[in-house]
């Protein structure tokens, strides 16, 4: 038997995401990432496949209009386009590479950082008793379009054409994209990061501390003490929000800033390796060209010749 209505949702997603393809394409009219009058607000234009990109991924709504894209976190494979959407709930290493675009028809996406804090108040606002905290789930998730979300998202990049009425209507039309994603079948982690001292939050402390001093050797018990949480509960729910251990996150935060350093061309990769905390040049030498693919020294020189700049994309 032919389901009506869920043919007609489709549908109406489908044309949603048309017009949110002009919009973008209107607004991001050149390759790269755009920053809009609405300061949360970035919209991501790429015209041809890309190599994969490292970056400490911030808290965000990522909306696919056109095209294609996979996203790594750990050995975790996320693959979304214009029938889905990512969130990413709290910082996390990813890496990501857009697979569909062309410069006929390119990758259009839509970034929206998200404010933990926003969500709380949302929260508090609109359950005076807040659900209980379960045990935190991933940090990073893909779930259907719907379209009640795109429609808030439609209006709010559709204000870029009224500046004199963004500071008014955007914090509504935010608001409203904020109470639809909690609403969404996923919209759990999203609430847990938001609400206080929930496993999850003390996750987000302990990330907040590992990203202050990730050049320092990392001590498990005082990362625990100052996250408020036993060794055992942090080793237990920091991989389940992050899908790697505290330890691997901070290698990989202390690789990616190498890269960068490399990128820039500050010091070779012995004084890169240095200014990350690797104590070892072979050491990191080593695990730099596991997690790159190849030695520090060639990989720089790769990004050089053909990336103009190492932006994150959404």
Not at 84 to 94: I, Q
């Amino acid at each position: 038997m032919i389901d009506s209505e869920a043919i007609s949702a489709e549908r109406a997603v489908s044309l949603q995401q048309i017009e949110l393809a002009r919009l973008i394409a209107q607004y991001a009219a050149t390759d790269g990432v755009h920053q809009t009058a609405i300061a949360p607000l970035n919209l991501v234009r790429v015209s041809q496949p890309s190599a994969p990109t490292h970056t400490l991924h911030m808290p965000a709504l990522c909306i696919i209009a056109q095209g294609q894209k996979r996203a790594m976190l750990a050995d975790e494979l996320y693959v979304y386009n214009s029938t889905n959407y990512l969130v990413v709930s709290v910082d996390l290493p990813v890496t990501g590479q857009v697979t569909q675009a062309s410069p006929e028809l390119p990758y259009l996406c839509l970034r929206l950082d998200l404010d933990p804090k926003e969500i709380g108040d949302l929260i508090m606002g609109a359950e005076p008793r807040p659900k209980k905290d379960g045990a935190p789930t991933r940090g990073m998730f893909v779930s259907k379009a719907t379209t009640s979300l795109l429609d808030a998202v439609l209006r709010l990049v559709q204000l870029l054409a009224a500046p004199q009425d963004i500071p008014v209507l955007a914090p509504l039309a935010m608001r409203e994209i904020l109470y639809r994603l909690l609403q969404e079948e996923q919209g759990g982690m999203l609430r847990q990061i938001a609400m206080s001292d929930s496993q999850a939050q003390h996750v987000a402390k302990a990330i907040e501390l590992i990203k202050r001093d990730y050049r320092l050797p990392l001590r498990i018990d005082s990362l625990a003490r100052e996250a408020n949480m036993s060794s055992s509960s942090l080793h237990q729910h920091f991989k389940a929000v992050t899908a790697m251990t505290p330890l691997q996150y901070q290698k990989q935060l202390r690789l990616q800033e190498a890269r960068r350093l490399l990128f820039a061309e500050i010091g070779d990769a012995a004084t890169a390796g240095h200014l990350v905390g690797y104590e070892s040049p072979s050491q990191f030498s080593r695990e730099y060209n596991r997690m790159f693919g190849a030695p520090p020294a060639r990989d720089a020189a790769r990004l050089r010749a053909s990336e103009p700049a190492l932006a994150s994309e959404a």
